[in-house]
């Protein structure tokens, strides 16, 4: 028998076992005769009321899937929602949100230490931030000429978040800020009450109050805390917009010290999580981002770099690479050694 008559023999058969030939999807199906769309979507695996069919080339209403027959030869896509956007999307389309407001770089930065503004202005403008923190201290009027922070990094250019360092009580950080907003309108504020000079570390019960308080005058608080999940979680409850754990001492440059802790406030967290303090080197940035916070602040670590500038550009660098790696999602950790090439067929 030639290939024209299996074929034909092919052909008989199917109309003689009651089946149709249809394609779904571009793959080739047989099915049962007389079954309706919705029959179809059904034998799929497929709530009918949850796909949209189109049936060679017109769309069928889902009205109708009941009634329509499926026919010999027909030609179906069956299609649903599902999540949408590139999964590979570049980092710097991979934003974060904070109280509403968007931003692409995961890298706060903050404008003391510097040998000069214009050394400041370089280094904000290579670490790729869109935030810097301000301190909000008294005007010299006795030189109410000399220059100001506005006048080389651009508060339409960049978004202020103004500070309560140096304050060590709620009072003060709340009148702080309260003073910050009348200045430049800000609402959006970087909260941190200090316990005492020597380890800068934070007063959680002053910080607490103070959240409450900022929080119910329609400030939003992102708040500098202790690396604790349940002094985290009370942050947040009381209005915290975000939450900063420490990483380090402020200006120590020690690095992340406890990874475990920093990880548990983000799995916990319902708001943005980003550490704050203790960063002094590109990789200690990459570990933060790794554990998954939403970013990092920083200081000193580039402010007080031999070469700020090009700190800034590895901090920048260190955060997206730390994301991408969060991301990607690392390999297992192993007890034992596990060969990338197959040992087996060697020589």
Request: proline share 5%.
């Amino acid at each position: 028998m030639g290939p024209a008559g299996f074929i034909q023999v092919l052909k008989e058969a199917s109309v003689d076992d009651g089946t149709l030939s249809i394609t779904v999807n571009g793959q080739h199906r047989r099915v049962r005769g007389g079954i309706s769309v919705a029959d179809l979507a059904l034998e799929l695996g497929l709530d009918p009321a949850r796909v949209a069919v189109e049936r060679n080339l017109a769309v069928v209403p889902r009205s109708t899937l009941a009634d329509i027959r499926v026919e010999d030869g027909d030609d179906y896509e069956i299609v649903t929602f599902v999540g949408g956007g590139d999964h590979g999307a570049r980092v710097d389309e991979d934003g974060w949100t904070v109280a509403g407001r968007s931003f692409r770089s995961r890298l706060i930065v903050g404008t003391g230490k510097y040998k000069s503004f214009e050394q400041n202005a370089a280094a904000v403008e290579a670490s790729g931030a869109e935030i810097v923190t301000v301190a909000v201290r008294r005007v010299n009027i006795a030189d109410p000429g000399q220059p100001m922070l506005t006048d080389f990094i651009d508060p339409k250019r960049y978004t202020y978040l103004p500070n309560t360092a140096g304050c060590f009580t709620a009072d003060d950080a709340i009148r702080t800020l309260r003073l910050a907003r009348e200045a430049g309108g800000w609402d959006l504020v970087k909260l941190e009450v200090l316990g005492e000079a020597r380890t800068l570390y934070p007063d959680m019960r002053e910080t607490l109050r103070a959240t409450e308080v900022l929080a119910g005058e329609g400030f939003l608080p992102m708040v500098y805390c202790v690396d604790d999940p349940i002094a985290a979680k009370q942050l947040e409850d009381a209005g915290a917009v975000a939450i900063m754990p420490l990483g380090a001492p402020i200006g120590s440059g020690l690095g992340i010290q406890n990874r475990v802790t920093i990880r548990l406030i983000v799995e916990g967290a319902k708001v943005p999580v980003l550490v704050d303090a203790g960063v002094g080197t590109a990789s200690d940035a990459a570990v933060a981002m790794e554990l998954g916070c939403d970013g990092v602040l920083m200081n000193t670590a580039i402010a007080e770099a031999k070469d700020p500038i090009t700190m800034a550009r590895a901090m920048k660098a260190a955060v997206e690479g730390g994301r991408l790696a969060y991301r990607a999602g690392r390999m297992a950790q192993r007890k034992y050694a596990d060969p990338s090439s197959p040992l087996a067929g060697l020589i």
